[in-house]
């Protein structure tokens, strides 16, 4: 969970930096292994060709010198013996085609004894070269940084005389080669390049996410966003196309929306003004009265669904203004030490949205207080009241339009339900949220949250 509060950036300078050391560690290890391996292979075939010259000599010599050559051919390094038996046993013996091959190649295709080759690790303290001095051995030591792996390779050949030629050799693998020096060197030369480089390919791919992230945001804020460039690698050039055709539909799709509602409720005005004037050729009072009545709660929907429309409308601009300015325009009296605080809304739409609640809070609640809170550069705004409250089941349901808690819908016991959609939707329009909660003393509070609205305080 730590990693995902690290920036996309960093993340991936992080994993191309892991993989480039894993890589490098990789190749120092494959160096390593490939060296010894041409170490052992080296110094193998050589061995091999000094028992192949001995065989073929060994071949064509009388048995009486046999033993003489090999004597000859003895060292400290390779000893050289004739038996009867072989030193490798058969089905035991290291099957290695290459030396195999090179004392064949070395013995021509005439020859048809067998040959045997086996190799096995001895003990770490065993030395390869014998008979060394004491400050030899601890010079030799040293060298091998006291890591001693000494493998012994040993060849049987059968002479055509059913004897065995004998050959045996002691080797030790490489040490383990530092390479520090070459890599703080290729660090220091080229490190510098490649992190330019690096970052350079890392900000191409992440401006355009960052720029498509400011543009959500303010966009979801209800600002009014250009049409993205599309920049980058071609995923991000398809986010980016995605983004803009969401853009155009959404805005379009409010629109027209707002102008639906305007225009039902224009056209239903006619109907009504034609209800009115039946209604007074009507004789009888009570059903004159009573359609009257109908007719007068009709209009005010109309009203109230022209004054919806308008909030939907969101061309009124975002601009810095004091909160003072804000709050000195509220049906309510306010005492808060926040004449310095600036702050990006739109002010038309936020102060109706917050008289709708102080009007709702007031005639519901009996009376209504506002605090404001502010943290980092979000502003928080806290409308309480002393009224019953809301159900618990009802409290999402009151931000529906036309949704009222009291049922008779007088005009003298409330609105139309409109209010609080009205307000919803502007706070929602600044990117913002809005939320009620019954207080555990009694009364109803209203949460407001404006997001990144704090420009100064």
């Not at 091959?101 to 070395?106: E, H, M, V």
């Not at 038309?348 to 009007?359: D, G, K, M, P």
């Not at 943290?375 to 339009?401: A, C, M, N, Q, W």
């Amino acid at each position: 969970m730590g990693a995902m509060k690290l920036s996309l950036r960093v993340q991936l300078a992080l994993l191309v930096g892991i993989a480039f050391l894993t890589g490098q560690l990789l190749s120092a290890i494959l160096f390593y292994d490939e060296r010894s391996l041409a170490v052992q292979a080296a110094i193998g075939l050589e061995t091999a060709a000094r028992a192949a010259k001995a065989a073929k000599l060994m071949a064509t010599a009388p048995q009486e010198l046999q033993q003489e050559i090999a004597k000859a051919a003895n060292s400290p390094l390779v000893r050289f013996g004739l038996s009867n038996e072989p030193m490798v046993s058969d089905g035991v013996h290291h099957n290695d085609q290459a030396i195999q091959a090179r004392i064949r190649a070395f013995l021509g295709d005439n020859f048809k004894g067998e040959i045997r080759v086996e190799v096995h690790e001895l003990e770490r303290n065993v030395l390869p070269v014998p008979n060394l001095t004491t400050e030899m051995e601890t010079l030799h030591r040293e060298m091998m940084e006291n890591i001693v792996d000494v493998l012994e390779l040993e060849i049987s050949i059968e002479l055509p005389n059913s004897t065995w030629l004998n050959v045996a050799t002691l080797f030790e693998s490489p040490p383990w080669q530092k390479i520090t020096g070459p890599v703080i060197s290729f660090l220091i030369s080229a490190l510098p390049v490649i992190s330019i480089l690096f970052w350079f390919a890392i900000f191409r791919l992440t401006r355009p996410l960052m720029a498509l992230t400011s543009a959500s945001n303010e966009f979801g804020r209800g600002k009014t966003i250009d049409q993205l460039t599309a920049v980058g690698p071609p995923e991000l050039r398809a986010l980016t196309h995605a983004f803009n055709t969401m853009q155009n539909r959404i805005r379009n799709f409010v629109s027209d929306r707002t102008m639906m509602l305007a225009a039902l409720a224009h056209d239903l005005r006619s109907p009504l003004t034609a209800l009115r004037i039946q209604a007074e050729t009507i004789s009888d009072k009570e059903k004159q009265i009573s359609i009257r009545r109908s007719v007068e709660e009709m209009s005010d929907m109309i009203d109230a669904t022209l004054v919806y429309s308008k909030g939907l409308d969101f061309n009124e601009e975002f601009r810095h203004i004091s909160i003072v300015e804000i709050l000195k325009n509220l049906p309510i009296s306010y005492g808060c030490s926040c004449s310095n605080l600036i702050i990006n809304v739109r002010p038309t739409a936020l102060v109706r949205a917050l008289r709708n609640l102080i009007e709702n809070a007031k005639r519901y609640g009996n009376q209504a207080d506002i605090r404001l809170a502010v943290k980092g550069s979000d502003l928080y705004i806290y409308i309480d009241d002393t009224g019953p409250g809301i159900p618990e089941k009802d409290i999402e349901r009151v931000f529906e339009p036309f949704f009222r808690l009291e049922k008779s819908r007088s005009r003298n016991t409330g609105g139309v339900g409109l209010g609080l959609a009205i307000a919803r939707t502007i706070i929602l329009a600044h990117g913002g949220t809005i939320a009620l909660k019954n207080k555990e003393t009694g009364g109803l509070r209203v949460v407001i949250s404006l997001p990144r609205s704090i420009i100064k305080h």
